[in-house]
């Protein structure tokens, strides 16, 4: 990079204000973007074109010009990388191009789909009054990620999985692990190799059953392990891929969800009161707060332009989604949170090939999770300042790591 001094780049990942865990980049870093695609500085030395314009984002993510293997020398990454192996690399779909990401996404796609979503919502309405009642049970105040939060997705995932609960401690532990950017390489390897030895283990156990189970890894032991079609490696990181992303994301988005509807009263009785406007209010939440906020990395394969700038083969470019979903030519008062907005055209699940395969589930999740929580406990109020509450500021998935509440 001979014609830019790293060292005057703005650092990224960028951080909230102090005194705003809403807004993904403070009013300085924004000041300090030479345009809507330009280089930033990354934590491991290295530097990124950074696209944050609506338009430009959708361009980037649905072309065949950039890479997300992130294996590729000269990939953007947020922290060295910890040591690979062919195995660790395997099933993890969300990191591969072409025909090997559409096998194995195309295997799952049926599982997420919204009718399929729709026939397990009386389960995820089950699983949230369920942890509501353990909430009042454990009385007040009482720590709403912890009670709640975090909970639900995670028995909603462990049951579509066919992982056991019970176990949620050991692997929650890891994941946070995984997506921590501060995490010392030796960490997440050992991360990722004792969630993958646990997974594999009950993958075995299913596949040498004669009844793998009516569950996603029991039907893709049955159906694709056994025929050939998927390896045993394979199907753990799929499995990995799905148990991290199905507990972690929606986790974080129903705890800062929760704390900007507290301190909007009319949304809170909106969403407690009138079923038809939960579904404007779940897609406006997932616009403004944008919890993936360190965006989506990827390589140039060859020259493209991309908003006005020429970016040349084997460069580093991230698509910053949080920016995307604040774009003014796109949304108006794009800083505002308004729940009447038409907010569909956001990037909070990505765009393309690679846009995230259960936000069906997600959506449901969020939106069967704050009715259900706003019609139990209307009287909910925050037990502490929104601005000291403790953020997972060094989280690749964005979000509070204790939430205080009273009723």
């Known amino acids: 990079m001979a014609d830019v001094l790293a060292d005057r780049l703005p650092l990224f990942p960028f951080r909230s204000p102090d005194d705003d865990p809403f807004t993904p980049v403070t009013g300085a870093d924004l000041r300090r973007l030479d345009g809507p695609v330009t280089r930033v500085r990354l934590p491991t030395g290295g530097w990124t074109w950074l696209v944050t314009r609506h338009a430009d984002v959708k361009q980037m993510l649905r072309s065949d010009a950039f890479s997300a293997d992130m294996t590729r020398p000269g990939f953007p990454l947020l922290r060295p990388a910890p040591p690979q192996t062919p195995q660790n690399r395997r099933g993890g779909f969300i990191r591969m191009d072409g025909e090997e990401h559409r096998r194995l996404r195309m295997m799952l796609t049926a599982e997420f789909m919204v009718a399929n979503i729709r026939r397990i919502e009386p389960l995820i309405t089950g699983v949230v009054d369920d942890a509501l009642d353990q909430l009042e049970a454990a009385g007040r105040p009482a720590d709403l990620v912890a009670r709640f939060a975090l909970p639900v997705p995670s028995l909603v995932i462990c049951h579509l999985l066919g992982v056991p609960y019970a176990d949620h401690e050991f692997f929650q532990k890891r994941s946070a692990v995984l997506l921590d950017q501060g995490a010392e390489p030796t960490a997440v390897r050992d991360a990722a190799t004792g969630l993958r030895t646990y997974l594999g283990t009950l993958i075995e156990t299913k596949r040498t059953s004669g009844r793998p189970g009516d569950d996603l890894l029991g039907r893709l032991v049955s159906d694709r392990v056994r025929t050939g079609e998927l390896e045993i490696g394979e199907l753990i990181g799929m499995a990995l891929l799905l148990l991290i992303a199905g507990h972690e994301t929606t986790a974080n988005m129903i705890g800062l969800s929760v704390v900007l509807l507290l301190q909007r009263p009319e949304v809170w009785r909106r969403l407690r009161d009138d079923d038809a406007a939960a579904d404007g209010v779940v897609e406006e939440l997932l616009r403004y707060l944008t919890i993936v906020r360190t965006g989506l990395p990827r390589q140039a394969i060859r020259d493209v332009q991309v908003g006005g700038r020429l970016i040349r083969a084997g460069e580093p470019v991230t698509a910053l989604l949080s920016l995307a979903n604040r ?46 929580l706003a019609r139990r406990l209307p009287g909910l109020t925050l037990a502490a300042d929104p601005a000291t509450l403790p953020r997972r500021d060094m989280s690749i998935v964005y979000g509070l790591a204790e939430l205080p509440v009273t009723w």
């Open 327 to 372: 774009d003014e030519e796109v949304f108006a008062d794009a800083d505002e949170f308004d729940p009447y907005r038409q907010a569909h055209q956001h990037l909070a699940f990505g765009f393309g090939v690679h846009q995230c395969i259960g936000q069906p589930l997600a959506r449901a999740e969020l939106r069967i999770a704050l009715t259900r």
